[in-house]
């Protein structure tokens, strides 16, 4: 079956990292744009990160120089590393593919994200 994994979420002080993995079953992702989005309670879900399948990056602003995105095709996986979290970080965090030709993709169950201050 189609499915993204996330994993890496937890509860990490100010300042602090975490590494955010999605490993993908069912599909290969080299075809496939890989972004991360984040939600937190009440708000809208909004992108934070993606990566084409070219390796091309793009960040919201609040993001750049903390956050970076990464892919690994070989291990099917994508990755979101997240350096000097801050409170305002805390959400929960999607995982999401996109194919970069026909529009159709996949999403993740998403994992917790807390920052503590």
């Known amino acids: 079956q189609v499915q993204l994994v996330e994993s890496g979420g937890g509860l990490v002080q100010s300042g602090g990292s975490l590494r955010l993995s999605c490993a993908a079953s069912?599909?290969?992702?080299?075809?496939?744009?890989m972004n991360w989005y984040r939600q937190a309670p009440g708000k809208e879900r909004d992108l934070v990160a993606g990566?084409?399948?070219?390796?091309?990056?793009n960040y919201t602003d609040s993001v750049k120089g903390r956050f970076t995105i990464s892919r690994d095709n070989a291990k099917n996986t994508a990755y979101l590393q997240m350096n000097s979290l801050k409170p305002e970080d805390t959400a929960v965090y999607y995982c999401?593919?996109?194919?970069?030709?026909?529009?159709?993709?996949?999403w993740g169950q998403g994992t917790q994200v807390t920052v503590s201050s």
């Open positions: 999401n593919a996109r194919h970069w030709r026909f529009s159709y993709g996949f």
């Open positions: 069912g599909f290969t992702l080299s075809s496939y744009i």
């Open positions: 990566i084409s399948a070219g390796g091309v990056t």
